[in-house]
């Protein structure tokens, strides 16, 4: 860390419509300087000198891919801390609610779970159910916790907006 931030680098391939990371050679390579306040909820601390934070929507395509590729390449850098932002995109009909229940699962300590149940699944209603059913999660949750994953979900949007993103993966 160099102060109070450090460097989100990211080196991506544009290969057909969506990104993903590059094996081979560089396309492009994403940098910002960010203050780990602005990605991480304040309770969560880092617990590695180097984070790669992905701001992403459960409904997106290009989303889905990534994560897929990154689920091969954690393998190979157990050092780096893969951190997902949510960042449902109003074209997605069931994104917020995708997010809204990953951040209940994750409440629930069941987040890594949910995430890739959600990833590997149709997301909609039912789609919804099965990745609850799969990952354990406790349907009788209070009121006041959807309200509490979905103020986390605004926050990641906000994060997400105030750093430039725009549309996913980011």
């Given amino acids: 860390f160099a102060g109070s931030t450090f460097a989100l680098c990211l ?22 300087n960010v203050k780990p306040s602005d990605v991480l909820p304040p309770t969560e ?11 992403s929507d459960f409904e997106c395509p290009y989303c889905r891919r990534l994560y897929s590729e990154l689920t091969l390449w ?15 995109l109003k074209v997605h009909r069931d994104a917020n609610a995708a ?31 099965e990745c609850g059913r799969i990952t354990g999660l406790d349907s009788s949750v209070p009121a006041s916790t959807t309200k509490e994953a979905s103020a986390r979900v605004l926050r990641d949007i906000n994060a997400g907006l105030k750093l430039g993103v725009n549309g996913t993966p980011a």
């Fill in 11 to 32: 080196s991506i391939a544009v290969l057909g419509r969506g990104m993903f990371i590059n094996r081979n050679r560089t396309a492009a390579y994403v940098c910002a």
């Fill in 45 to 55: 601390e880092l617990g590695s000198t180097e984070a790669l934070v992905i701001f």
């Fill in 74 to 88: 954690r393998r190979q850098h157990p050092e780096v801390r893969v951190l997902y932002r949510n960042f449902p």
């Fill in 99 to 129: 997010a809204v229940f990953d951040v209940q699962a994750t409440l629930q300590g069941k987040g890594d779970a949910a995430e890739a149940c959600l990833m590997t699944h149709l997301i909609d209603h039912d789609g919804l159910q």
